[in-house]
């Protein structure tokens, strides 16, 4: 029974993961001919780059990025105003 109950919560927990997850634009270049690879840009989260030598390497530089910086500035915004409130916003 309890590999039953290990399936439930892998599953529990890859449903939680996927939603939460967000969706951005990623803007991917080309590096300079003579040194190669990829560097990008997130439109949604300004100051947000990555770069790799594979377009994959690059794309996982840049999700970092972003995720550290979404949550940074979400604890900046709560040590400034420990009473502000959080809200979701819809834009279509």
Do not use: Y
């Not at 290990?6 to 939603?19: F, P």
Request: glycine share 10%; hydrophobic share 40%; net charge negative.
């Amino acid at each position: 029974m309890l590999v039953g109950w290990k399936a439930w919560l892998e599953i529990k927990s890859e449903i939680v993961q996927t939603a939460s997850m967000k969706h951005f634009t990623a803007i991917i270049h080309q590096g300079e001919p003579d040194e190669g690879g990829f560097w990008a840009t997130c439109l949604e989260v300004p100051g947000a780059n990555g770069q790799g030598e594979s377009k994959d390497e690059c794309l996982r530089n840049l999700g970092e990025a972003v995720q550290l910086l979404l949550e940074t500035g979400r604890e900046e915004a709560f040590r400034l105003d420990p009473k502000a409130e959080t809200a979701e916003l819809v834009v279509a």
